[in-house]
């Protein structure tokens, strides 16, 4: 289109091809597509050629999360838990019972096979909402003006769903590391493997290389893994059993500095400990400190880690804006290549939106899926709609798995709030029979931890590590978003015998908090300054006396 047909669209939208064009089908994208087809809008979906692994001219319709992300990581998680079961079934009575070899070439034809009947049922799901599909890479090239491989379409709006790439990190012979996406597609399962990162995905992955009994190690710069983004007891607790029941080598407080690719084509990571930090918040997780547990932790023993066959980065994700041209029509951008929007997904530029990973907000499928509705009838009704993030819940699905809802402890001590915390560890019914296959072993142990007002009020977090826990928290997330108060759940009659029962009546809060301040805490700081006081004082009197 030339330049006197954009500029017209541009002054009158309603001369425009479309009412939207959507960047990037995945979770998101898709999402905004439909919806707003399926409300009359005319609207067409820009995404690459589909492939497993994506680059920087391959993807496909489904986005990170179908094709190499969530979908596939829980598929190869349920591969890993058969070992597991068939190994603790001996504790249960069953003989002779071996969990064999993992095929893992059969695994990767069966995912595959799996994945691209998804992205057909995505695909077709588009075209009957009455979505055009426009296959190759879309430009913006104005504020009503996308380029699809050369050809220029005009739309009253453009939505950008591109999502988020794996990042890597700026270190000698990181060309030797391998990225998540890349991780589901690998010829041969390693026996031994080394995760660069102690975020979910990093922990996901490292929890089902263990499952497989490789030998597993995680390097992280914070002091526990999943920190910040989970409860800091929660990571305390995840940490003890990722290295006691799990078997993984935590190496916490460490910085990779080298990868070295050796003779034998193994790779040696070498280490160095991250500078201490001080901190004047006693619950917010930190690089300062021991973390404890099978490796190293706190910097100590940072040295290398040889014999790896193959190196993960799991150090974070970046929005995949490069080249998309947003910079050029004013787009005002975030950090890590994000973009910046308001409260409804809207830019500086009205007539583009932008939703998902690729907004840097909270990264999760969920969460896109939501913004991605909310932008669809925005842009087809013509009324705002804005999606909200209160009690959004998430989890990990490692070894063991890790769920939560709302404040965390730090949180909430920041926020100044008063509350009281109820924390419980147990061990789910099962595991006392499962653990008599591997007595060598400690018992599974699972835990469950609340946040509420002061007198059992309202909820206001909720967090889980154990068995099952994603499922429950699921449930809970609800009582969280409706208000309901901790003196309710108690009054909930329970299924037994169930992890989930757990939750309800939790006994005896383990501390309490006013305006942010821990009581106990409070207390002593109380009694030291009056100590000191009376210690001033008497030396006043003696002084006194002398005279």
């Known amino acids: 289109m030339g330049t006197t047909a954009a500029a017209a669209a541009e002054a009158n939208g309603s001369s425009c091809e479309y009412d939207a064009v959507i960047i990037g089908g995945g979770s998101a994208g898709v999402r905004a597509a439909r919806t707003a087809a399926e409300h009359g809008a005319r609207v067409a979906l820009v995404e690459l050629p589909f492939a497993f692994v994506a680059s920087a001219d391959k993807g496909g319709v489904g986005g990170t999360c179908v094709l190499r992300g969530c979908v596939p990581k829980k598929l190869l998680l349920f591969a890993t838990e058969f070992k597991t079961e068939i190994e603790s079934s001996k504790g249960f009575g069953w003989t002779d019972a071996s969990p064999g070899q993992l095929d893992w070439s059969a695994f990767m034809s069966a995912k595959r096979e799996e994945l691209m009947r998804i992205n057909k049922g995505y695909r077709e799901g588009l075209v009957s909402a009455g979505v055009e599909l426009l296959e190759g890479r879309g430009v913006v090239k104005g504020q009503h003006e996308v380029e ?8 009253r709006n453009i939505v950008v769903a591109t999502g988020g790439q794996a990042s890597r990190i700026p270190i000698p012979g990181a060309e030797h590391a391998i990225i998540s996406d890349q991780v589901l597609e690998l010829e041969s399962m390693p026996k031994v493997v080394t995760l660069v990162g102690g975020g979910y995905i990093g922990m996901e992955f490292a929890g089902m290389f263990a499952r497989l009994g490789c030998e597993v190690h995680v390097i992280a710069r914070q002091e526990l893994p999943l920190a910040p983004r989970f409860d800091k007891e929660v990571c305390e607790f995840f940490n003890e059993q990722c290295t006691a029941s799990a078997g993984i080598h935590m190496h916490m407080g460490c910085n990779p500095t080298e990868i070295v690719r050796e003779a034998d084509g193994t790779l040696t990571v070498k280490l160095a400990p991250m500078e201490k930090k001080d901190s004047s918040d006693k619950r917010a997780p930190t690089a300062d400190k021991p973390s404890g547990g099978g490796g190293s932790g706190g910097g100590s023993g940072c040295s290398e880690i040889r014999g790896n066959q193959q190196v993960v980065l799991a ?233």
Request: with cysteine.
């Open 148 to 155: 699809v491989d050369g050809r220029s379409i005009t739309t």
């Open 315 to 547: 150090v974070g994700r970046a929005g995949k804006t490069k080249g998309l041209g947003l910079e050029d029509v004013g787009v005002e951008m975030g950090p890590k290549g994000s973009v910046k929007v308001d409260e409804h997904s809207r830019t500086n530029v009205p007539s583009i939106w932008a939703v998902g990973d690729v907004t840097s907000r909270i990264a999760l499928t969920p969460v896109a899926i939501m913004e991605g509705q909310a932008v669809g009838l925005s842009i087809a009704t013509g009324e705002q709609v804005t999606p909200s993030y209160d009690a959004v819940p998430s989890a990990c699905f490692s070894w063991p798995y890790v769920a939560t809802v709302g404040l965390t402890e730090g949180e909430a001590a920041g926020k100044g709030l008063s509350f009281e915390v109820y924390s419980h560890s147990f061990s789910p019914l099962r595991a006392h029979l499962a653990a008599r296959a591997s007595p060598d072993k400690p018992l599974q142990r699972c835990l469950v931890k609340m946040l509420c007002e002061p007198g059992a009020g309202k909820l206001l977090g909720l967090h889980m590590v154990g068995e099952e826990a994603p499922e429950i928290i699921q449930g809970f997330a609800l009582a969280l978003k409706l208000g309901t108060t901790k003196q309710q759940l108690d009054s909930l009659v329970g299924i037994h015998p169930t992890s989930a029962e757990e939750v309800l009546g939790l006994k005896g809060p383990s501390r309490s908090y006013k305006d942010g301040k821990e009581q106990q805490q409070q207390q002593q700081q109380d009694g030291k300054q009056a100590q000191e006081a009376s210690k001033a004082e008497g030396s006043t009197v003696k002084a006194s006396h002398a005279g």
